[in-house]
């Protein structure tokens, strides 16, 4: 059974400070990795994505990925009220589809 | 379109009924993808197509659902005598790539809720 482990949260920052999300992986032969936005009542809407060991920067966000850790993780710099979600990690191990974890909620308080 | 379009939005089924969900994909994308999300989870996959062929369906969680893509653009996710375990929001998305290795796009969802 191919797992991604994420912390549940809410995970809680004051605004402008830095968000740190994680996940985990089971799956050695796993090649893309992907993070995902979902807002309450919404559906998932991709923000980042990463396939090679190291930083991949877009704007506030960066995705870190440590192949031979299983470990990928979303940094968010400078949170904004407005990056409150939940924020989902999914992995492809170059089959047909995602596997996600459960998601990490983030709260940005004012 | 511009985006996946899901139909309908909201579901509520009598336990027994029959339902059949919608899914009209991005315009010329090649793989769909319908997957369900339990209140508090991540997304699980049910089925993938390319084009018309279901290639993948080991995720159907039982011989009650049916999805299929005729003409490789439409889709239809079909579940037979619906149970309270199926309350769900089920999701469609698709790509321009082949399989998931590039992401996807998702559609708005189907909120089913079995009474």
């Known amino acids: 059974q191919k797992e991604v482990e994420q912390n549940s949260g809410p995970l809680s920052v004051p605004e402008g400070a830095i968000a740190s999300l994680n996940c985990t992986y089971s799956d050695r032969g796993s090649q893309s990795f992907f993070w995902y936005r979902q807002y309450s009542g919404k559906s998932p809407e991709l923000i980042m994505f990463?396939?090679?060991?190291g930083d991949k920067e877009d704007g506030r966000f960066t995705a870190q990925l440590n192949k031979a850790s299983q470990y990928v993780s979303l940094l968010i710099r400078d949170s904004q009220p407005s990056d409150s979600a939940t924020y989902l990690c999914a992995v492809n191990d170059n089959t047909d589809k995602l596997i996600f974890g459960t998601g990490t909620r983030l709260q940005v308080f004012p | 379109g511009a985006g996946v379009s899901q139909s309908p939005r909201y579901k509520v089924a009598k336990r027994g009924q029959d339902v059949a969900l919608r899914c009209d994909p991005i315009?010329?994308?090649?793989?769909l993808f319908w997957y369900q999300q339990a209140l508090g989870q991540g997304p699980e996959f049910l089925t993938y197509f390319q084009n018309e062929a279901q290639l993948d369906k080991s995720g159907l969680p039982s011989d009650r659902f049916f999805a299929e893509r005729p003409e490789g653009s439409v889709s239809t996710l079909k579940i037979q005598r619906t149970q309270q375990e199926d309350s769900a929001v089920y999701l469609c998305a698709s790509s321009t790539g082949i399989g998931g290795g590039y992401g996807y796009t998702f559609g708005s969802g189907t909120r089913l809720t079995v009474v």
């Open positions: 315009s010329g994308h090649v793989s």
């Open positions: 990463i396939y090679s060991n």
